[in-house]
């Protein structure tokens, strides 16, 4: 036990780089659990799975779960800044995002078993009403946990080497602990009876990961702590809007993710693909298996490479060098599949070399994407202290909940576009846990939105990040100035309360 303790009380970066580290194992971890959390409930609920579960197992009109998606998503992303703004103001003995860890997930857990336990056997309006009620209800609890969790990675330590190592490691543990209720999904029809019943997968899964949402946060709230110091004048609501247009970074990253939108699409619509255009429900599970070493490697290599190039790090370049390789293997993709799915007879499976294929560039697509979301996280950090270092006030909640409602919004109108698409191209919905023969427009939508779609995304985002204006070496200058300005501060308050005691005596 003396030994495990000793591992978890050391740093997690240990060499030299220049500034003062703060996280030890035990923190990095206890992070990485909340993390993992999150994962369980977004790749339950802000996902493929969502939209396949509406349509196709409560056999919800397209055309309504479009609208669904549409407008219970924008509320959610509305209420991002909102949330953003209530942690920025809160002031309590556990912290300012810590409070919200601990309560938050019971309520999540709560909304999410209400949504996954509605049946196909009630009638048609009240179906569509406790679907709603629940994704709404599931939306606002989320935010609450989510907004919180991802600003404390802001206020853990102001090093940016130490914080790419955090959320290398903080990405492990959301894939994997994020996987474990969304595979008995993906794999339902390698399983006899939830092949049959994929209501029954849905439900399972989510008590899985209501129960574990409550225990992993526990860790998170106990062992993370807030280091670094908070003003009493947070901004308002009015505020943030002016924030994200004076923030010339992090408008840039804000104008990305909306164009990274298309990117999401195929994520949205990988379901139905498998269904309808691969007619083999089983890809479901191994283009799951093929997309999960992305982010492990991603979380394992990016904080190396970072750590290793030191003070030639640029979170810019690395940026824009993903988005040309989505570029190139997403073309690829489409190119080398074309024939073999779009050239097959309707109702008939793929080939298998066809197959190989389609998994294989599914493996090599999560690249550029893990790589690219998770050197985004230090970017959205460093537009944090962006704003320190203009107005001299640390605003985590208030700047996360900008890019979370950016995130809010990939999710809803990706989910809203898919299902405008195949609602428009008139796919037919299944009437049992079997594959339906879908018409030519159907099958070329799902082709383009799986392929065409995320190249012609990253190439689009190589124009707004070409304006972000943080470099490697203006944000080592730009914290060392924050620095010098905090020791500044920390030695006037001593003399003025010292002063003030020599004049009370």
């Known amino acids: 036990m003396g030994k495990v303790k000793n591992l978890l009380d050391k740093k997690i970066v240990a060499k030299d780089v220049g500034e003062q580290t703060y996280i030890s194992w035990r923190e990095a971890l206890s992070y990485a659990m909340g993390r993992g959390a999150q994962g369980m409930s977004t790749s339950m609920t802000a996902s493929k799975y969502v939209n396949f579960f509406i349509t196709d197992v409560l056999h919800i009109n397209t055309s309504h779960a479009s609208n669904i998606r549409l407008f219970c998503g924008i509320f959610d992303a509305i209420n991002d800044p909102i949330m953003g703004v209530l942690v920025d103001k809160t002031r309590t003995k556990y912290g300012k995002m810590r409070p919200y860890i601990k309560f938050a997930p019971y309520f999540v857990s709560l909304f999410m078993l209400m949504f996954f336990i509605g049946s196909d056997k009630l009638s048609y309006a009240l179906k569509l009403a ?16 989510d907004v919180p969790m991802g600003a404390l990675a802001f206020s853990m330590t102001p090093n940016g ?12 543990g959301r894939m994997i602990l994020g996987a474990i209720p969304t595979a008995l ?15 029954k997968a849905y ?72 269904y309808d255009s691969l007619f083999n429900a089983k890809y479901n599970g191994l283009l799951e298996i093929a997309k999960a070493p992305g982010s492990v490697l991603a979380a394992l290599f990016v904080p190396m490479i970072v750590e290793k190039l030191g003070e030639r790090s640029d979170s810019k370049k690395f940026y824009q060098a993903c988005c ?21 007879a309707d109702g008939t499976p793929i080939s298998l070399l066809t197959g190989i294929l389609v998994i294989a560039f599914t493996f090599f697509a999560t690249f550029p994407l893990e790589f690219k979301n998770l050197m985004q996280k230090e970017m959205e950090a460093e537009t944090v202290d962006y704003v320190e270092y203009r107005s001299g006030r640390r605003v985590e909640g208030t700047m996360l909940s900008i890019m979370s409602f950016t995130g809010k919004l990939e999710g809803t109108l990706s989910s809203f576009i898919t299902l405008r698409i195949l609602d428009f191209t008139k796919r037919v919905e ?4 079997v594959p339906t023969i879908q018409n030519r427009n159907t099958q070329w939508a799902l ?31 730009m914290m060392a100035e924050i620095l010098l300005r905090r020791r500044m501060t920390a030695e006037t308050l001593n003399d003025t309360t010292e002063g003030a005691n020599t004049h009370g005596e």
């Open 130 to 145: 406790l679907t709603v009620f629940a994704f709404v209800g599931l939306d606002v609890t989320y935010t609450a946990f």
């Open 324 to 344: 040309v390789l989505g570029v190139l293997i997403n073309g690829a993709f489409a190119a080398s599949t074309y024939g073999g799915i779009m050239n097959k």
């Open 185 to 199: 999904v993906a794999f339902a029809a390698w399983f006899p009876y939830f092949n049959t019943h994929l209501d």
């Open 447 to 477: 082709f383009l939105m799986t392929t065409v779609f995320p190249a012609v995304g990253y190439l689009l985002m190589l124009i707004p990040i070409h304006f972000y204006n943080i470099t490697g070496e203006s944000h080592r200058q």
């Open 203 to 274: 439900l399972t899964a989510a008590v899985i990961s209501a129960v574990f949402i409550i225990i992993l946060t526990r860790f998170t709230f106990r062992n993370t702590t807030e280091r670094l110091e908070h003003h009493d004048d947070a901004p308002g609501v009015k505020e943030c809007l002016k924030l994200l247009f004076s923030n010339r970074p992090l408008l840039m990253l804000f104008l990305g993710n909306i164009l990274f939108v298309l990117i999401k699409v195929p994520e949205q619509a990988s379901f139905y693909f498998v």
């Open 161 to 172: 080497t130490e914080r790419t190592k955090l959320y290398g490691i903080a990405s492990i």
């Open 430 to 433: 299944h009437t049992a846990d």
